[in-house]
């Protein structure tokens, strides 16, 4: 594990966005796994300023995104294709067609959840971008999920509404249940990217960089992966500053 101490924010968004535009230019076809929350918009605003100033170019790109909620509608502004499409989609020149959501408005979620597996096997992820719960959740993997597990349905926990929760103007109307990729689907990336900032992620980043392989932490699974890139800033790495 590779982890790199950025001052701030904003210099953790360019560490981030320095890496993607470097691996997007030495492979104009890769296959990259998207995050959301309010971690990588950083980054991805550099991207699109990169594609801007033409220095990489989206078009031969595959995007995979980790989850969405169960059930919501895409066009609902909490969905989370709603806000990759608003943040990074609509702003380069990415092909629709290469384009992968889980689909929040499946009717068969099994169905939904073996399909998307089988897409991933069939394109296997270059890059993933991980931001991670203050529980320690990655994607909605929440503590307790398994090592092994794959793309599913599953439960919000408590921690995770009431965070998220923010972003929904009636609170009440945040889907309880969400389609997620697995852990073991996370791990299949040849490369891993987590990104956390400030204070509320420092417990967190803790356990994945001094702590064992803990179901109960689900980051740690991370741990040995052989090629895990972590990229926080001071605030997320205070705890294993001051425990070094
Ligand atoms: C959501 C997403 C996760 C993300 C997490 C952290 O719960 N499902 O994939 O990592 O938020 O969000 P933030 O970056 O806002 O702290």
Redesign the pocket.
């Known amino acids: 594990m590779l982890v790199k101490i950025q001052k701030n924010y904003k210099e953790l968004s360019e560490k981030a966005a320095e890496i993607l535009i470097k691996e997007i230019s030495k492979n104009p076809s890769i296959v990259i796994c998207f995050?959301?929350?309010?971690?990588?918009p950083g980054m991805y605003k550099k991207l699109v300023l990169a594609y801007k100033k033409k220095k990489i170019r989206f078009s031969g790109i595959t995007s995979f995104n980790?989850?969405e909620y169960y059930k919501i509608k895409r066009k609902d502004k909490n969905s989370?294709c709603y806000y990759m499409h608003k943040i990074l989609f609509d702003k380069i020149n990415i092909k629709n067609k290469n384009i992968n959501f889980l689909n929040g408005e499946a009717k068969n979620y099994k169905k939904e959840c073996e399909n998307y597996e089988k897409k991933i096997n069939d394109k296997p992820i270059d890059i993933q971008i991980?931001?991670?719960?203050?529980n320690g959740?990655?994607?909605?993997n929440e503590p307790g999920s398994k090592f092994n597990s794959k793309t599913r349905l599953v439960r919000l926990s408590q921690e995770?509404i009431k965070?998220?929760s923010r972003f929904f103007k009636n609170k009440k109307s945040m889907p309880k249940k969400?389609l997620?990729m697995g852990i073991s689907t996370i791990k299949k990336a040849k490369k891993i990217i987590l990104?956390?900032?400030?204070e509320?992620?420092a417990e967190a980043i803790f356990h994945l960089v001094k702590g064992n392989l803990d179901e109960k932490w689900p980051l740690t699974s991370l741990k040995n992966h052989n090629n895990l890139v972590v990229i926080i800033d001071k605030k997320a790495a205070s705890l294993i500053l001051k425990k070094l």
Do not use: E, M, Q, R
């Not at 959740?137 to 909605?140: D, P, R, S, V």
């Open positions: 995050a959301t929350g309010s971690t990588p980790l989850d989370y991980l931001g991670v719960g203050v959740h990655i994607a909605f995770t965070a998220n969400a997620t990104l956390a900032s400030g509320k992620k």
